[in-house]
Every structure is written in structure tokens, then in C-alpha cells.
Nanobody
Framework: QVQLAESGGGLVQAGGSLRRSCAAS????????MGWYRQAPEKQRELVAG???????NYADSVKGRFTISRDNVKNTVYLQMNSLKPEDTAVYYC?????????????????WGQGTQVTVSS
């Protein structure tokens, strides 16, 4: 099995910064795409930022220029640096990874999620 352990997050004033991290562990053969999603109250979960194993990134328009996603393939960890935070960034943030595991003589690829952490930006 695979576990994604998130850290960081919390309460910050508008204009401030936070850094999130998410470490994958378990019977991992390889990790493909990794990303961060968020879900605000009464809204659908949305992609915030994604990164491929090779380092190509994509961002939601609302966070471009403020958030930076990165990853450490040796540590199986993805990071999200959030700067110039706004009240509308308030949400529960989840990390996500597409992971290939070894199951006996078979490789199985699945989608895994972190537990989610609240980020609150006060005005």
C-alpha cells in the first residue's frame, strides 16, 4: 500500500506565505504525476498545481505567479510554496500522486490522496 503524509498548512494573514509538503511511502516502484488540489466549502475540488516526474508543471490560473510546485524524486516528496496568499485561497488542500506499486509479479498503477489539511487565509 501507499501512504501520502502531508505537512504544513494552517492559518496565515493575507499576503503571507506557507509551504506544504507531501511524502509518499510504501511499496513504491515509481511515482508519475504529483499534484495539489483544494476544496473550499460548497465548491468542487480543483487542481491547484501539477508536476510530472520530469518536472513539467501546470497551474490553475488563479495561483499562477504566486504558487510554485516542486518535487524530490529521491525522497518521493512534492512541495507547494504558496506566496501572496489571499482569503480566496482558503480551502482544504490535498496532495495527489499517481503511483506504480509492485504486487507480486505485477505492476499496478493507482491514484492516491493525502489526508487533506486546512489552509486559512485571514483578511
Amino acid at each position: 500500500q501507499v501512504q501520502l503524509a502531508e505537512s504544513g498548512g494552517g492559518l496565515v494573514q493575507a499576503g503571507g506565505s506557507l509551504r506544504r509538503s507531501c511524502a509518499a511511502s510504501g511499496s513504491i516502484f515509481s511515482i508519475n504525476g504529483m499534484g495539489w488540489y483544494r476544496q473550499a466549502p460548497e465548491k468542487q475540488r480543483e487542481l491547484v498545481a501539477g508536476i510530472t516526474r520530469g518536472g513539467s508543471t501546470n497551474y490553475a490560473d488563479s495561483v499562477k505567479g504566486r504558487f510554485t510546485i516542486s518535487r524530490d524524486n529521491v525522497k518521493n516528496t512534492v512541495y507547494l510554496q504558496m506566496n501572496s496568499l489571499k482569503p480566496e485561497d482558503t480551502a482544504v488542500y490535498y496532495c495527489n500522486a499517481e503511483v506504480t506499486v509492485v504486487a507480486g509479479t505485477t505492476f499496478i498503477t493507482g491514484d492516491y490522496w493525502g489526508q487533506g489539511t486546512q489552509v486559512t487565509v485571514s483578511s
